[in-house]
């Protein structure tokens, strides 16, 4: 089995096929690493250990340059010549808006070939006309640019907005931050906003701030994972623009409460004062905390 494209949906269909079975899997990514675009070196690095634990071969820097076979696929060719065999080809390398119907009916197209709305989900052509969903521009809420996020999230958020605007213009959308989890084995990750090469590369000068503390307390309970989290502020006013996560699996409702932080702009200051519920059996310790913990020690560098 070869899977192109080293996002989400290529490492998680690399890791189910895996599962119970003894396939050979390989995965082609572009990039350096697998999982690049949303998550920070070292994050993709651990999700790459564990996808390599697993017995996935993993080709980065790699491109494909053709699928072979004739009404079979027998194989793939890379862009260095080599070529692997493969009974079956999984395609991950992301999606195009379909705007065709709306770009024939005379609505305006957006930069990223999807269709123009405003911040209510109304077209700009046609404000009794609305759209939600991929085939929808979206704007990054950190720097209000074109963004090629697609997710059943946002997707489900602008329908939400548009559906609450239809008879009244009551909510406003505010802008994709981009919020992911993955999970490969027992070994999840996420992430919100801006990792801290994206806003690098935005041209914020940011303050990093990391705390790794097991998910139970004390850590020796049964079903206890050791948590990361990495937090990302803007040093000039130590705003939160952006978090990674690993862990267990409860670390998906975790980078969701960052994701929550970083739209209600919440500063590194306001982060570290904040205020948890714990269970032994169901969080960290207090003490130990790793959302406040990493925010305390961003603070402490601002």
Do not use: W
Request: charged letters at 20%; a negative charge.
């Amino acid at each position: 089995i070869v899977i192109i494209g080293g996002g989400f949906i290529g490492v998680e269909f690399a890791d189910e096929c895996k599962k119970n079975r003894d396939a050979n899997v390989t995965i082609v990514e572009i990039l350096p690493h697998c999982l690049q675009l949303a998550l920070d070196a070292e994050f993709c690095t651990e999700a790459e250990n564990m996808l390599t634990e697993r017995g996935i071969k993993l080709l980065v820097n790699q491109r494909v340059e053709a699928i072979l076979g004739d009404k079979q696929v027998s194989g793939v060719k890379l862009s260095d010549g080599e070529e692997l065999k493969a009974d079956v080809v999984i395609v991950g390398v992301g999606a195009r808006p379909n705007a065709e119907l709306a770009e024939k009916a005379g609505l305006q197209i957006g930069p990223t070939k999807a269709i123009q709305v405003d911040n209510y989900m109304r077209t700009i052509t046609d404000t009794n006309i609305f759209a939600c969903g991929d085939c929808a521009e979206k704007y990054s809420f950190f720097s209000g640019k074109p963004s090629r996020l697609m997710l059943a999230s946002i997707a489900t958020i602008e329908a939400r907005i548009a559906g609450a605007n239809l008879f009244d213009t009551r909510c406003h959308n505010c802008g994709v931050i981009g919020v992911f989890s993955t999970i490969v084995g027992e070994q999840a990750f996420g992430c919100a906003g801006l990792t801290e090469t994206m806003a690098k590369q935005e041209g914020f000068d940011v303050i990093i701030g990391e705390s790794t503390a097991p998910d139970r307390h004390p850590g020796s309970m049964p079903g206890a994972a050791l948590t990361k989290v990495k937090l990302v502020f803007t040093k000039d006013n130590g705003l939160l623009v952006g978090g990674g996560v690993s862990g267990g699996r409860g670390i998906g409702e975790l980078i969701n409460v960052i994701s929550a932080c970083i739209q209600h702009r919440m500063t590194a200051y306001e982060v570290s004062l904040f205020q948890m519920g714990t269970h032994p059996a169901l969080t960290a310790s207090p003490i130990v905390y790793q959302l406040a913990n990493a925010a305390e020690l961003a603070v402490a560098r601002l």
